[in-house]
Structure formats: structure tokens, C-alpha cells
């Protein structure tokens, strides 16, 4: 399953296991019914048999489609209006990362939050950066959790806890993400991303 990501697998083979299987079964004994009422060829047995792997397959596929639009739009949801207050300040490091120069681009983060470690802005703007394309999973994460240490509150604690659920998915963790939607709900509460994040946290547990 290549350009998945751990999540993603896991949901695919949970859907794999719960609907191919019985699938499979019933599809068979269905065939072999059509077959046996109708007297056809025993051929037509073989090829009803044959046909009904890939067509079990594309049943998977359209189930995992569907399942994934369904959390995407949540996602979406509670991610609306997400982008933090642009921070001037960070025009080096941004250029660095256009650049490509990632490492240098987290580096430079880290000087600036050397001197200025209650800077909420520079956390989030360092987890983004190990989170997306320096794939650092842990540093990303120590990160945001540094950022929330600073008390910023507010804004920047929707932000950051956006930027944790949309990490935790990506890590395949859904114990941490259900307890950060869990946070986000309880923060938002009466808005539209904190009912959202209720729903979300709630299809899990169900599931």
C-alpha cells in the first residue's frame, strides 16, 4: 500500500479484515445459487469465482474512499480558519525553507528560540517544519508541546492543538489524537470546529 501512511494502512486493512472476508463468502455462495438455479455451465462458476476478487477489491477500495472523505471533511472542519497571525519575523527562516536548506531553516528556528524559548510563533513555525517536510515526528511534537508551555492561549492553543490532531493522524496514534480531540472539543465547545472534533472523537471510540 505505497503513499500510505500508518493511519491510512490501518484503516484499509481493518476494512480488509471486517468486509473482504464476508464479502468473498457471500459473493460465493451467491454465484454458486445462480449457477445451480439457472443449470449454467460449471465455466460460469469458475469465472463467477474468479470475478469476484477484483470486484471484492474495488469494494474495499470504495469503502476506504468513502470512509476517508468522511474524516478528511471533519478534519477540514475543525481545521477552518486554522492559519496562524502572519509573524514578520520569520522571513530568514521561511526563505530557507523555500530554499530547500531545511535543516538550516530548523536550525535557525532553534537560535532564535535559544533567546526568545516563550515565543509561541517560532514553535509552531519549527513543529511545522519538522512535522511536514523534515518528517521528525518526535521533534515536531516536542515542538507544539513547547509552544503550549509558553501560555500563549488563546489562538495559538486552537493552533496548536490543530497542529497536534492533524500529527497524531499522520503518526498513526489515535490515542494521543483522541486525547487532543478530546482537549480541542472541551476548549471549543458551542463552536463549529469544537463539534467537529466531539464528532470525530466519538467515530473512534465507536469504531
Known sequence: MPGRDAAERAQLLRIVVLLGGPALIIGAFTVF??????????????????LLLPLTWGLILLVDAATSRGASRLITEIHAGRTAPRQPGFSRQEAL?????????????????????????????????????????????????SARRTGAGGEWERIIGNDLIDLYQRMGDGGRMQVELARFASLNRGTREGAAAAQLLRGMKSG
Not at 39 to 49: E, I, K, Q, T
Open 97 to 145: 525553507a523555500a530554499q530547500g536548506r531545511l535543516e538550516e531553516a530548523a536550525a535557525s528556528y532553534r537560535a532564535h528560540l535559544q533567546e526568545a524559548p516563550h515565543d509561541a510563533a517560532a514553535w509552531v513555525g519549527l513543529g511545522r517544519l519538522l512535522a511536514g517536510p523534515l518528517a521528525d515526528h518526535a521533534g515536531a511534537e516536542a515542538a507544539y508541546l
Open 33 to 50: 445459487f445462480i449457477v445451480s438455479r439457472f443449470r449454467l455451465h460449471p465455466a460460469f462458476l469458475l469465472l463467477g469465482l474468479v
